[in-house]
């Protein structure tokens, strides 16, 4: 009974973005959120990495809206943050969901 408390108190779904009020705190969201995903990545289901995608095509969508406010080096954090991701989701997912990022992304930024 112990160990099931334990267990309790540890996050196992998918990391959330959660969506900046202040432009300027954008980018701190997503590499939260990135972080939250590589931490906890390895235990993610099919169901999980779904939501993830979702998350991030929230977050690409966030960026494409505030790109042009940000500074050349927020952008280049938000590049990096992008690549981070796909580095979980190469190391923990499946090709089809990197395929699926790949093409949100691509489809974001045009």
């Known amino acids: ?5 334990a267990f309790a108190g540890c996050q196992r ?6 969506k900046a ?4 705190q954008f980018v701190d969201h997503v590499e939260k959120f990135v972080k939250q995903t590589e931490k906890y990545s390895k235990h993610y289901s099919a ?4 939501v993830a995608v979702e998350q991030f095509v ?5 960026y ?3 790109r042009r406010s940000l500074k050349p080096a927020d952008q280049m954090r938000f590049d990096n943050a992008r690549l ?3 580095r979980a989701i190469d190391a923990n997912g499946n090709a089809d969901i990197a395929k ?3 093409e949100v992304y691509s489809q974001a930024v045009e």
């Open 47 to 50: 169901e999980d990495w779904q």
């Open 64 to 66: 494409v809206e505030n």
């Open 21 to 24: 009020e202040n432009p300027n």
């Open 100 to 102: 699926q990022v790949k």
């Open 13 to 18: 779904g998918p990391a959330m973005y959660e």
């Open 84 to 86: 981070q991701f796909m």
């Open 1 to 5: 009974m112990i160990i099931m408390f």
């Open 58 to 62: 929230a977050m690409t969508k966030d």
